[in-house]
């Protein structure tokens, strides 16, 4: 068997997706701890230093306790290889979270027991479903007072017209857990309330009708537990590969991530149900992860993660071949070759060379702006892949510039951060100033910070009169001339210099295309 086909099993590539404050960060924590990555997990109880967990590395994500960038984080267990991407818990933050979904195999969604589905995990999940990702459901904080788990279970059905298979089922619940039970395994694993910093696991074989059941959890305990598993069993189907795969299907795991508890039981399930690298859909053909060819495409850059070195990272998903070191590849936007010397695997904030890579890895690679968001890199064949997308800023505001000596500065600051994704940058036709848009407000708190720490501007953004954008088309150079003049002050252009309409109000965007049929209005545009 060819070294390509064996790494390729071994590999799991999945997103952690949640509400902010579900615990996704602290489950990430555990995972690497799992993985011998952490000694011990910087907890969100932990003080001080000990507090600033591993994945979020960026400023205002320390200060406001919340993940704004997507991380990636690899790491080995049980001889499976793991790459796993932590995306942004906040709303404002979507479109960074699509597009990280666009280079995982898998995901997993994590819920509060008290809280069930809440708006984000809904929006995350509707991300999901455009793209059929297979999703495993981790219900945490159990061993706090929750809702009844078939309530959960019930409400994961209606909302997201999901199939649930529970995998392990809660004895007890906050004060009460006494741990939980593998319903494919017939075994307990028992729930010891002082652990939580560290890997323990105490598991008892005992099937339903076995007295050591009674002797583990209680005999009240154990009885609440056969109903319950006698109701599961009855109402809800098993567990099938095939279903999930498609998307149809969620395997359900309850435990708490706080107290390390049922986290190796998710870990091993993503090990055993989620799928090693999957095909991808170029613009030519379908590419299989097994092709002797490397291929691969960029979905995240991300500018000064090494604020002493002007660094900017492309994190690269490989799709197919075996990648080594100081390999050239075709660059197919610009039909430019490079040669990748120096290639990163990421562990939260540390990195190390990446000497060999196979599909489903994520690589860093260190480049001076030549990568973009959807950038394609092969062997020599000039395929694209599909379904990243550029989507329509739902916020749009107009800088404000303290000194006007710095505008040039200003520029290379607006375009550095729209490179990465965060935003993106408008210039009016009408020669005013430059306009950015993003998904959600958040985001503007967040360039001002960057633009102050790492371009030491200081600059602002105000209200511009417009509410939305969109890019137009018009398969007639004249149509689009007679529109173009028609709405001169509405118009921009992008960074790649594609025209882009802007609105005041929705009224006028509705108004402009029943005025002008033959222009189409798009609020996503497919990058190449």
Not at 156 to 161: C, F, G, N, Q, Y
Request: charged share 30%; net charge negative; hydrophobic share 40%.
């Amino acid at each position: 068997m060819s070294t390509l086909i064996q790494e390729l099993a071994l590999r799991r590539t999945f997103a952690i997706i949640s509400h902010p404050d579900a615990g996704k960060t602290t489950l990430t924590e555990k995972l690497l701890m799992f993985g011998g990555a952490i000694q011990m997990a910087g907890a969100v109880r932990a003080r001080g230093e000990q507090r600033r967990t591993r994945s979020d590395w960026m400023a205002i994500e320390k200060e406001r306790g919340i993940s704004v960038s997507a991380s990636v984080m690899s790491f080995e267990h049980e001889g499976l290889s793991y790459n796993l991407l932590d995306t942004p818990g906040h709303e404002d933050f979507s479109e960074d979270t699509y597009r990280t979904l666009t280079a995982v195999d898998s995901a997993v969604m994590v819920l509060d027991a008290a809280k069930g589905i809440e708006t984000q995990t809904l929006k995350l999940f509707e991300v999901c479903r455009l793209r059929d990702v297979p999703i495993v459901t981790f219900v945490n904080k159990v061993d706090r007072e929750g809702r009844d788990p078939l309530d959960l279970l019930d409400e994961i059905e209606k909302t997201l017209a999901l199939d649930v298979a529970p995998v392990t089922w809660p004895i007890g619940m906050g004060r009460d857990l006494k741990g939980v039970y593998d319903l494919l395994r017939d075994r307990v694993i028992l729930f010891d309330p002082g652990r939580g910093d560290h890997i323990a696991e105490i598991a008892v074989d005992a099937s339903l009708d076995d007295p050591r059941l009674d002797e583990a959890v209680g005999k009240a305990a154990a009885d609440k537990l056969r109903d319950d598993v006698e109701l599961v069993r009855g109402g809800y189907p098993e567990f099938d590969l095939e279903s999930f795969l498609a998307g149809h299907l969620t395997p359900v795991f309850f435990g708490s991530a706080l107290k390390t508890f049922g986290v190796a039981e998710l870990l091993r399930g993503v090990g055993r149900l989620a799928p090693a690298p999957l095909a991808r859909k170029a613009d030519t053909r379908i590419v299989e992860p097994a092709e002797d060819k490397v291929s691969g495409f960029v979905f995240k850059i991300q500018a000064n993660m090494d604020p002493n070195h002007r660094d900017r990272i492309a994190f690269f998903r490989i799709c197919s071949g075996q990648f080594k070191r100081g390999m050239k590849l075709k660059h197919v936007r610009s039909g430019k070759v490079m040669a990748v010397y120096n290639p990163v695997f990421f562990l939260a904030q540390s990195r190390e060379l990446a000497e060999e890579a196979f599909p489903g890895d994520i690589m860093g690679i260190p480049n001076h702006g030549q990568l973009r968001i959807g950038d394609t890199m092969t062997e020599g064949e000039d395929i694209n892949f599909l379904g990243i997308p550029t989507f329509a800023p739902e916020v749009l505001r107009r800088v404000r510039l303290d000194d006007p000596m710095k505008a040039k500065q200003l520029k290379k600051a607006l375009d550095d951060l729209a490179e990465e994704g965060v935003s993106q940058v408008f210039k009016p036709l009408d020669g005013s100033t430059w306009i950015v848009g993003v998904v959600g407000p958040l985001q503007f708190d967040v360039l001002t910070t960057r633009i102050g720490a790492e371009y030491n501007i200081k600059a602002g953004f105000e209200d511009g009169g417009f509410v939305t954008a969109r890019w137009v088309f018009a398969d007639e150079p004249a149509e689009m001339e007679r529109f173009m003049a028609a709405n001169k002050s509405n118009m921009a252009e992008d960074r790649d210099g594609g025209l882009v309409y802007l609105a005041r109000n929705s009224w006028q965007l509705g108004r402009a295309g029943q005025d002008f049929p033959k222009v189409r209005f798009t609020a996503t545009r497919e990058q190449h």
